[in-house]
């Protein structure tokens, strides 16, 4: 008998083709693709439940205890570690170099904000999401991993917020899918100079985006612009025996566009 969701994705798929001519648009087999491709990809975060259990497998927050739901976007890329692998450098970098805090927005349900307060011991996160379910997801993940009375958990963030924050060791994370242009407003937040900030940028949802942030922070910032790039990792043995489609899927992180994220340190 097929699951719930495998029933719930079939009927979306039955909706996408429905009335198709025989010179279907391009956009409509896009849709169709990604419909099917995300479908997979649950089907493959529960085969890894399966085999490993819900704990994160590599990277900075390998052994991590994470959620068998995500709370948005792809979970199977999270469970084996290679979720947004190309910022791992910097985080690892910046960790290094020394935090007092980090200040999380758009947390969802805690990647971030709990695999950095255990990847950083003298570190408190601020993590701040919209969305109450998220916020219910980010504390419970941060009680299971220890890390609770480090993990600050918050509704909206205004602009004007990293004033409170003025004068440490910061390191601003934004994932806000076009709120970016909302959140990070050096004018009305000049402490902001001061601070590191990685952003993920979204032209897909508030065009010039990427432009925008890179001309408020290029007079006070360095800058350097990271892109999503192939994965490379060692898997467990599992993985090896899915098929090639299938190992392709389970690190597709469902982005529609280049999504690229901005990594900007203070000016010496």
């Not at 994370?173 to 952003?199: F, R, T, W, Y």
């Amino acid at each position: 008998m097929a699951s719930e969701m495998t029933t719930q994705y079939a009927e979306r798929l039955l909706k996408l083709t429905e009335g198709w001519p025989a010179d279907a648009e391009v956009n409509g087999l896009n849709d169709l693709l990604r419909a099917a491709s995300r479908w997979r990809s649950h089907l493959l975060a529960n085969t890894f439940v399966h085999e490993q259990g819900a704990r994160i497998w590599s990277g900075p927050f390998a052994g991590m205890e994470y959620v068998t739901q995500a709370s948005e976007g792809a979970l199977i890329p999270r469970l084996l570690g290679t979720y947004e692998s190309e910022l791992h450098p910097h985080l690892n970098a910046l960790v290094e170099q020394g935090l007092d805090c980090v200040i999380d927005v758009g947390c969802a349900e805690g990647y971030y904000a709990v695999g950095l307060a255990r990847m950083a011991p003298q570190t408190t996160v601020y993590a701040y999401d919209i969305d109450e379910r998220a916020r219910l997801a980010c504390a419970d993940l941060a009680a299971r991993n220890g890390v609770a009375e480090r993990v600050i958990v918050g509704g909206e963030f205004a602009p004007d917020g990293f004033e409170a924050f003025a004068g440490r060791r910061v390191l601003v994370l934004v994932d806000a899918e076009g709120a970016e242009l909302d959140i990070l407003q050096p004018a009305l937040s000049p402490a902001l100079s001061g601070m590191n900030v990685i952003v993920e940028t979204h032209d897909v949802y508030r065009p010039g985006a990427l432009l925008t942030m890179i001309e408020r922070f290029a007079p006070t910032h360095d800058i350097v612009r990271v892109d999503q790039a192939p994965k490379v990792f060692d898997p467990p043995a599992w993985f090896h025996k899915l098929a090639h489609l299938d190992q392709l899927l389970a690190v597709w992180e469902w982005r529609a566009k280049p999504t690229p994220w901005l990594v900007m340190r203070p000016k010496l």
